[in-house]
């Protein structure tokens, strides 16, 4: 999500500054002519069963990893409760690794002949997407089967790319291509049947709502704004269909939408909306937030499905971001209950990715360390020789 996040970010930036520039030019021309309340009324199959209790784990039961060829590029996320994926960058080229943390053994998935610049785990973890670049000003994505076998694989004039696959068909990937100069163009990535088909889409973060829908915020370019109406589309068909107003940012997984937006009555605090799929409020939340020169610093977060629980980074007050030295409680909120869990304090907010059972989480922009959240214990993932 890190990576997806920091696209959006340099996309909006740009934006964002343009539409003030012509905003600040015809000002100038014209004056020289003159709250947390958890919500469960929802049936048990959206919100899931209790999970067994998952097993514990202790500092002594990781092994950090052991680069076994090249210089360490990051770890890439999770692909079962105790393995995960981690790139190394080689003279030429890049490679990909299994990695389990328990036994500290790590396994080649596949060798890149360019500098990999990300990879991407599907929803079920049965599919993995390498996003490589032979040059600037092109791209290439390869889908690998879990045991690294090449299933589909593409070139793309893209000076960066933005992904979205859709956990309820993993067939099908959103692919959005940007210029040097942030224009886009948006694809659907058929990877079963091997066909990559543009489509035409008013922005180019949107996300999976179901199968066939999407949502995206539908910022309005030629009048910079702070919040913008959510709405939804059929990707294979014209029409859009509002949802909410005011909305700062948007995310989906598989059977729920998270919004976030302002509180009315209290302005320092944003709202954390939880909803499934089928538009059904699950919860809510609410956070102080910090502002930023384009608008509201947003903390990283993630959920876990199968503890049906949403992780973030929380400020303590509220304020501009650039004067904030605080630092962030990592709290987990479920969805079910509404209990609240602060695993640890004054941290960095910084990307975040858990394991499927919560147990722990990868941290870091590099996500190269790991929490082991109920012992409360941070643990680095690499290891410098000095």
Same mark, same amino acid.
């Given at each position: 999500?890190?990576?997806?996040k920091t696209t959006r970010k340099k996309y909006y930036n740009f934006i964002f500054l343009f539409?003030?520039?012509?905003?600040?030019?015809?000002? *100038?021309?014209?004056?020289?002519?003159?709250? !947390?309340?958890?919500?469960?009324?929802?049936?048990?199959?959206?919100?899931?069963?209790?999970?067994?209790?998952?097993?514990?784990?202790?500092?002594?039961?990781?092994?950090?990893?052991?680069?076994?060829?090249?210089?360490?590029?990051?770890?890439?996320?999770?692909?079962?409760?105790?393995?995960?994926?981690?790139?190394?960058?080689?003279?030429?080229? !890049?490679?990909?690794?299994?990695?389990?943390?328990?036994?500290?053994?790590?396994?080649?998935?596949?060798?890149?002949?360019?500098?990999? $610049?990300?990879?991407?785990?599907?929803?079920?973890?049965?599919?993995?997407?390498?996003?490589?670049?032979?040059?600037?000003?092109?791209?290439?994505?390869? $889908?690998?089967?879990?045991?690294?076998?090449?299933?589909?694989?593409?070139?793309?004039?893209?000076?960066?790319?933005?992904?979205?696959?859709?956990?309820?068909?993993?067939?099908?990937?959103?692919?959005?291509?940007?210029?040097?100069?942030?224009t886009y163009s948006t694809y659907l990535l058929n990877v079963s049947g091997g066909e990559l088909?543009?489509?035409?889409?008013?922005?180019?973060?949107?996300?999976?709502?179901?199968?066939?829908?999407?949502?995206?915020?539908?910022?309005?370019?030629?009048?910079?704004?702070?919040?913008?109406?959510?709405?939804?589309?059929?990707?294979?068909?014209?029409?859009?269909?509002?949802?909410?107003?005011?909305?700062?940012?948007?995310?989906?997984?598989?059977?729920?939408?998270?919004? $976030?937006?302002?509180?009315?009555?209290k302005p320092d605090q944003a709202i954390y909306t939880f909803l499934s799929n089928d538009l059904?409020? $699950?919860?809510?939340?609410?956070?102080?937030?910090?502002?930023?020169?384009?608008?509201?610093?947003?903390?990283?977060?993630?959920?876990?499905?199968?503890?049906?629980?949403?992780?973030?980074?929380?400020?303590?007050?509220?304020?501009?971001?650039?004067?904030?030295? *605080?630092?962030?409680?990592?709290?987990?909120?479920?969805?079910?209950?509404?209990?609240?869990?602060?695993?640890?304090?004054?941290?960095?907010?910084?990307?975040?990715?858990?394991?499927?059972?919560?147990?722990?989480?990868?941290?870091?922009?590099?996500?190269?360390?790991?929490?082991?959240?109920?012992?409360?214990?941070?643990?680095?993932?690499?290891?410098?020789?000095?």
């Amino acid at each position: 999500m890190g990576k997806r996040k920091t696209t959006r970010k340099k996309y909006y930036n740009f934006i964002f500054l343009f539409c003030i520039i012509i905003f600040t030019t015809i000002l *100038s021309s014209c004056s020289q002519e003159k709250e !947390s309340e958890p919500h469960s009324d929802i049936e048990e199959k959206d919100i899931g069963k209790n999970p067994p209790a998952p097993t514990f784990w202790d500092e002594q039961a990781i092994t950090p990893i052991k680069i076994p060829d090249g210089a360490f590029n990051r770890v890439n996320g999770w692909i079962d409760n105790e393995t995960v994926l981690f790139t190394t960058n080689l003279s030429q080229g !890049s490679n990909v690794f299994t990695y389990n943390l328990r036994s500290g053994e790590s396994s080649l998935l596949y060798e890149s002949r360019s500098p990999i $610049v990300d990879v991407h785990i599907s929803p079920s973890k049965r599919q993995f997407l390498i996003h490589s670049a032979p040059s600037t000003y092109a791209g290439v994505i390869t $889908v690998l089967d879990r045991s690294g076998k090449e299933t589909f694989s593409k070139q793309i004039e893209s000076f960066e790319l933005a992904l979205e696959w859709n956990p309820y068909d993993e067939n099908a990937i959103l692919v959005s291509s940007f210029a040097e100069d942030w224009t886009y163009s948006t694809y659907l990535l058929n990877v079963s049947g091997g066909e990559l088909t543009k489509v035409n889409l008013p922005e180019p973060f949107a996300h999976w709502l179901n199968k066939k829908e999407l949502v995206f915020l539908d910022w309005d370019e030629n009048n910079p704004g702070l919040l913008a109406p959510l709405v939804k589309k059929e990707i294979d068909k014209p029409g859009e269909t509002a949802l909410f107003e005011n909305i700062i940012e948007v995310s989906t997984f598989k059977n729920l939408l998270i919004t $976030v937006s302002v509180n009315r009555e209290k302005p320092d605090q944003a709202i954390y909306t939880f909803l499934s799929n089928d538009l059904k409020k $699950v919860a809510s939340i609410s956070f102080p937030h910090l502002s930023t020169f384009s608008g509201w610093l947003v903390p990283h977060f993630d959920f876990m499905e199968t503890a049906r629980r949403f992780i973030t980074f929380r400020p303590l007050s509220s304020g501009e971001a650039d004067n904030y030295a *605080s630092g962030f409680q990592l709290v987990s909120h479920d969805l079910k209950s509404g209990d609240e869990t602060i695993y640890f304090q004054g941290m960095d907010n910084e990307p975040i990715s858990c394991s499927p059972d919560g147990m722990m989480c990868l941290v870091g922009y590099q996500l190269e360390k790991l929490l082991i959240l109920n012992a409360k214990k941070v643990i680095p993932l690499t290891k410098t020789d000095v």
